[in-house]
């Protein structure tokens, strides 16, 4: 039996479905979890949704939101256990290693559940039983779409389904921008259109939903914590703890920030530092020939696509900042010229 073939039986009948996705979910996280929820009730599964931390309001709008558990909150961990605990299967989305779970991870990796792992990052890690994975893939929800249409459910895929689905990949290609966007995205884009998205109604909710706080933090970003370095194509922001706070800085607010400096002409690396509890959250984006995903994961405990990825560091965001400047310094030729990255990092 072919892999795909164990796993179409193994989910042939009803079972318990757990289902995970990385820390701070964007839409294509999110929405895959989502989509293949509703999917999958509708197969007559049982699903719990599990985040390991909170979401940004733009996407509470997905349907299945209000039952989607989130892991941070300490009164909800006997719930989840008892959810894995009773899993027959679980699903693993938009993450290529477990630590991008928090301590989920360690409990699913010693749980003997069948687990799946439906993904396009780079690099993963070996902890599934059967993978879903492409790096061609725009969005974990294309591979999401791929997968329901390959199980011969595309009758299945409703109009809600196809706004999750729809959501993701309109988000991981930066709304049909990034070098990602390849003619089978707008396959199955038009797809989904042709479904019931409401490619519109998606857009606003998730890009003309800011709060007058969030603007203004922007507006304060762009104005006073933007460093430019022409002389090496870097700009990048500096938030502090302070600065979150002044803002009240909620989760989702910082969205699409790092962009801006990417946005400037002459730029092939933007960055945004944000000062949290826990260190110092680091946000990268480059033009189609940097790739900032191995540089994410040489020095920064991160990783994630070749133009867009992420990291964080421990140092103070003043050491962080200091280190990031003479790293970029020391390696400019290996990361904008013609050396090789992989080889000289
Ligand atoms: P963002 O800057 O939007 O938080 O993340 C950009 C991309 O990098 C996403 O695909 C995300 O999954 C990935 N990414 C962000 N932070 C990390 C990290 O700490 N580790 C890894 N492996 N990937 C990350
Ligand atoms: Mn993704």
New binding site residues.
């Given amino acids: 039996m072919t892999a795909f073939a164990s796993f179409k039986k193994e989910i042939s009948s009803p079972r318990n479905i757990f289902i995970t996705t ?1 820390v701070k979910p ?1 839409a294509d996280a999110l929405g895959s979890s989502l989509g293949l929820a509703n999917y999958l009730i509708k197969k007559g599964h049982k699903v719990t949704v599990v985040t390991p931390t909170d979401y940004p309001y733009f996407l509470t709008w997905m349907k299945g939101n209000d039952d989607v558990i989130d892991f941070s909150v300490q009164k909800n961990h006997p719930k989840v256990k008892k959810a894995l605990k009773e899993a027959d299967i679980v699903f693993c989305l938009d ?1 290529s ?1 477990l630590s ?1 779970v928090n301590e989920l991870g360690e409990m699913i990796r010693e749980s003997d559940t069948f687990i799946v792992n439906i993904d396009h ?1 780079q690099e993963p890690e070996d902890f599934a039983d059967y993978r879903l994975w492409s790096t061609e893939a725009a969005a974990t929800c294309e591979l999401v779409y791929e997968m329901i249409v390959k199980l011969g459910d595309k009758k299945l895929i409703d109009k809600e389904i196809a706004e999750c689905l729809y959501a993701g990949i309109m988000t991981d290609t930066g709304g049909f921008k990034h070098p990602n966007t390849t003619s089978n995205v707008h396959h199955v884009v038009a797809d989904l259109i042709k479904i019931g998205a409401d490619n519109t109604k998606v857009a606003n909710l998730i890009y003309d939903s800011n709060s007058v706080n969030r603007l203004k933090f922007i507006g304060f970003a762009i104005s006073h914590r933007l460093v430019v370095r022409e002389d090496l194509h870097l700009a990048y922001f500096v938030i502090s703890k302070k600065d979150l706070q002044k803002y009240h800085h909620k989760t989702g607010d910082s969205e699409g920030l ?1 962009n801006y400096a990417l946005s400037l002409d002459g730029v092939k690396m933007a960055a945004l530092f944000s000062e949290r509890e826990d260190g110092v959250k680091i ?1 990268f984006r480059s033009t189609a020939d940097v790739a900032v995903n191995k540089f994410a994961a040489a020095y920064w ?5 070749k133009n ?5 560091s421990h140092l103070s965001l003043k050491a962080t900042i200091e280190r990031f400047e003479d790293l970029v310094e020391e390696k400019e030729e290996v990361l904008f010229g013609t050396k090789v990255l992989e080889e000289n990092l």
Avoid: K, T
């Fill in positions: 990385h964007d993450f290693v991008r990052h790092v946000s405990n991160g990783g994630g696509h867009a990825a992420g990291g964080r």
